[in-house]
């Protein structure tokens, strides 16, 4: 399986849920839903799971809509954060805060990486 990046850094071919729907594998969805479910502190339907990563035209797990660091990438025509002029905005610092590896995987491909 290729690597695939969402823009905002997290790479979305190590997702288990990416993973899940690529295999097309119905009972790994539901169970994550379940996992997920429990660590987020709210029910979350199997059908908002399956991904085939937030830039895909297909499915895509039901957080993108919410997203707003992808939102402001689609609005500026951005294939990658890295890329943006305003590298690192406030929206940015606070998803770091949420999942600190993606910094790491923005920078690399700004220094030519990744």
Known sequence: MDKLQAPCGLICSECESYRATQANDAQAIRRIAREWSDTFGRE???DYIWCDGCMA???KCGY????DV???AVKRGLESCAHCGDYV???LEGF????????DNLEAIRNGGA
């Open 57 to 59: 035209s297909a499915r």
């Open 70 to 72: 992808r939102t402001c």
């Open 96 to 103: 770091f805060k949420m999942a600190p590896q993606v910094r």
């Open 64 to 67: 993108v809509s919410t997203c």
């Open 44 to 46: 979350l339907d199997p």
């Open 89 to 91: 905005c406030e929206r």
